[in-house]
């Protein structure tokens, strides 16, 4: 293990453990706001420890929380629960009847989840964020800006989601971990990995598009070679390998990543469209709730819902459309100016992003990232840093994120929905506090008293190992680029802690 990849793994065991603590403390000190959100009834007896546990983590189950470990719990029974994808319920179950076994007399099902939450999303976000460093390490080329990088996840803007029993943790490192494979050239695992991520959460297909990306990036840097070294038929049968080989891993790759959605939407469908159930079957309370709220359960002696009748019964499609609203500028109204202004940092470092990478290498927009526009010019040796052309597509899939989250989607998603899937949020950060700071430049600042302790090793000056701990304590020297982005980073971080955790509107 390097002394780069201890220091992240350190701050961000040191950031989960204060996430767990400050959201027990602020959800004991705050009240609970009355909020409209899905609160199933307990139907389980509470054990010797189901209060304690409830008060250090009772913080974790809010909002959505409560959909995965009622799912967990319970399983599939109301129509919208199918929002949420199985995979988080499914470990969170696994933990709890295995790793946790030992205290179910002492802790029902749901303390034992609420454990699991707090246990997996640690373990989870440690590996979130290893994925990350590996990845920014190969992708930037620049061993300090990849430190930074990932030090900036640590605090991540959308901390309580990767803290809560939300799925952003788990999809964080499936995803991360995945890119990095596939930049390694192991194209199987990312694959699978990407595929996994994608029973997490249904935006795991836009994944899709670096695997039909980076492969037709590798393909033609090989014809290109074959172009030099061979000849005659040799060259033609090179040509039609790399060809077909494209052509193959990207029909297979992406029936592999999209199985795992088109398997729970045909779960769905069996489910709703042709059931095997009946009310009978369904806990009295639960039904109650289902009555009350116009939940949809399955039911095989009543009519199948509408949408069962269209011509792709997709399931998702109507609980985003039905119970969320969700569609195309319909969150555009003037009362969700503050989700807007909410969703403007992380929007706007997505712009910024794209901006200066295109403002730096129009030409290689404009070609896609593709092809060579020189003979010095390539991909084997990039320039390291954030304007490298390996980092194109990346800037690319952050855009479209950036447009389809805020066009598409409830726009308050945008930051956990960003900060969960691309590392360009923390890769333009890390730039601009490198650009912009003098205090993390290894020269002397005008103003010794401000100056960052340095260390030296064989006669050279190096900076500390954990820039972010040594830039706080001189925030108000900093520049004020550094000023907005560790104040952005740092106030989410606390903000969604506490008002998230009393079901205060932080979703």
Known sequence: ?????????????????????????????????????????????????????????????????????????????????????????????????????????????????????????????????????????????????????SLLYCFTPANVFMTAGYSESLFAALTFGGLFLLEKGFTVRACLAFSIATAARSNGLVNIGFLLYLPSLHAITQIRVYRTTTTGHSKVLHYLWAIVSLLLTSLLGTAVIALPFCAFQYYGYRTFCTPSTSLEQVHPALMSLAERKGYRVPDENGPPPLWCMKPLPLLYSHIQDVYWDVGFLRYFELKQIPNFLLALPMATLGIMAAYAYFQTNPELCLRLGLWESGANKGLDKPMPGFFNPRVFVYVVHAAVLLVFGTLCMHVQVLTRFMASSSPVPFWISAHLLLLNEPLLHRRKTSNPSVQLHTHSRN?????????????????KSCSPTTQSILGYFLSYWILGLALHCNFLPWT
């Open 459 to 475: 006669g050279c000056t190096h900076t500390p190992q954990n820039p972010i701990i040594a830039l706080l304590p001189h925030f």
């Open 1 to 149: 293990m390097t002394m780069d990849v201890k220091s992240v793994l350190e701050f961000a065991t040191v950031t989960r453990c204060l996430s767990l603590f400050l959201q027990a403390v602020l959800n004991a000190a705050i009240p609970d706001h009355d909020a409209d959100a899905f609160r199933p009834p307990r139907t389980e007896e509470p054990l010797y420890l189901d209060s304690l546990v409830e008060w250090l983590f009772g913080g974790l189950s809010h909002w959505d929380a409560e959909h995965f470990l009622f799912i967990a719990e319970r399983g599939y029974l109301y129509e919208h629960n199918f929002a949420f994808f199985p995979l988080f319920p499914v470990i969170l179950r696994g933990l709890a009847e295995t790793l946790l076994w030992p205290l179910s007399g002492w802790l029902s099902v749901r303390g034992r989840l609420l454990v699991a939450v707090a246990l997996g999303n640690s373990a989870l976000f440690l590996l979130s964020v290893v994925a990350l460093h590996a990845l920014s390490r190969i992708v930037l080329q620049d061993r300090r800006l990849a430190l930074l990088s």
